[in-house]
């Protein structure tokens, strides 16, 4: 691990959020390596989400449950370039996020959501600074 990331964790407050992502995310060594920004926690729960956002190396996007504040937040994602995994603990996405996912990554038995989330945290930890901001590769000079 290069360095230590802050993750934030976008979800429906209407889901059972605390045994569908936040049991697994604390328990996951690779997750608690690096800031986990869960917005339902006491240390986050009175920060405003625009903040979190603005502060966040890494977004992470449960789609499977709608709340108007889930619309807000991935409204205002789109004015940030930050890596977005979305995903879904009922690997669907509610027809209201639509326009706003394009895509959510499933998981199976042999690819659980918990290590499509370490996956997706790790290949960003293992990136320098300037590779984060800079993603092109110069393959040479002429």
């Not at 964790?9 to 997750?31: G, Q």
């Not at 995903?87 to 499509?116: A, D």
Request: charged content about 30%.
């Amino acid at each position: 691990m290069k360095r230590r990331l802050k993750v934030y964790f976008i979800h429906s407050i209407k889901m059972d959020y605390k045994n569908l992502l936040y049991r697994d995310i604390v328990s996951s060594p690779v997750c608690t390596m690096h800031e986990l920004m869960l917005p339902q926690t006491k240390t986050y729960e009175a920060e405003y989400y625009k903040e979190l956002i603005k502060k966040a190396d890494l977004i992470i996007v449960d789609a499977s449950s709608y709340s108007f504040g889930i619309k807000l937040e991935l409204k205002e994602l789109q004015k940030y370039e930050k890596p977005i995994l979305y995903i879904s603990v009922t690997n669907e996405i509610t027809k209201k996020l639509n326009k706003y996912i394009s895509e959510i990554k499933l998981y199976t038995e042999e690819e659980p959501l918990i290590k499509i989330i370490e996956e997706f945290i790790k290949k960003y930890a293992s990136m320098s600074i300037e590779e984060y901001k800079n993603p092109v590769i110069v393959l040479g000079e002429l």
